[in-house]
C-alpha cells in the first residue's frame, strides 16, 4: 500500500490535531449552563454534548492506533455516538473534564504521530462493515473531526441568543 499523504501533509493534519483543544476550549468559553445544555435544534446535540463527544471518540480512536500499532489488522468495534451522547456525564454542563481530557490526549496523540514510520502510517484495521482503514486514514478523518463539532456548536450559538 502507498502513502497517500506526503509528510508535509501530514504534519499539518497533525499540527490541526494539536492544535484542537485550544481551539474548541475557546469556542466554549465563558457559555452559561443553560447555553451549553439547551437543545435549540431537534434532533441535535447540545453545546456540552459535543464537546464531551469529541472527547469521546478521539479517545477511542487514540486506543485503536495504539491497537494497530500493536497488533495485526485489529477488528474495530461500532460505538453508537448517539447512545454516548445520551449518558448522564455526556449530558453534563462541566466541559472542563472533557477539555483537560483533550489537553492531554491530543499532546501524546501528537507525539505517537510524530513519531510513526512510512510503514506504520499504512497499518490497518478492520471496521466492523468489513473496510479496511489505515493510520493513514485515520489522521485525515481525524484532523477534521473536532474542527467539524466546532463548527456545529457555533452554528448552534446564535440560537442561544433567543
Not at 449530558?91 to 483537560?100: C, F, G, I, R
Not at 502510517?121 to 478492520?126: E, G, T
Request: proline content about 4%; glycine content about 4%.
Amino acid at each position: 500500500m502507498t502513502a497517500k499523504f506526503t509528510p508535509e501533509q501530514r504534519s499539518e493534519m497533525i499540527a490541526a490535531i494539536r492544535a484542537l483543544p485550544a481551539q474548541l476550549a475557546e469556542v466554549v468559553h465563558g457559555l452559561t449552563t443553560e447555553q451549553l445544555t439547551t437543545r435549540y435544534l431537534p434532533n441535535e446535540w447540545t453545546v456540552a454534548q459535543n464537546v464531551h463527544h469529541v472527547a469521546d471518540s478521539h479517545v477511542i480512536v487514540f486506543y485503536r492506533l495504539k491497537q494497530m500499532l500493536t497488533s495485526d489488522k485489529p477488528q474495530m468495534q461500532a460505538t453508537s455516538p448517539d447512545g454516548w451522547a445520551a449518558t448522564c456525564d455526556a449530558d453534563n454542563a462541566d466541559v472542563t473534564t472533557s477539555l483537560d481530557l483533550l489537553r492531554g490526549l491530543h499532546a501524546r496523540w501528537a507525539m505517537l504521530l510524530d513519531g510513526l514510520t512510512e510503514a506504520q502510517w499504512q497499518l490497518a484495521a478492520i471496521r466492523s462493515n468489513g473496510m479496511e482503514v489505515t493510520i493513514e486514514d485515520i489522521l485525515r478523518i481525524y484532523s477534521g473531526h473536532g474542527q467539524n463539532h466546532i463548527i456545529q456548536i457555533k452554528n448552534t450559538l446564535p440560537a442561544t441568543a433567543l
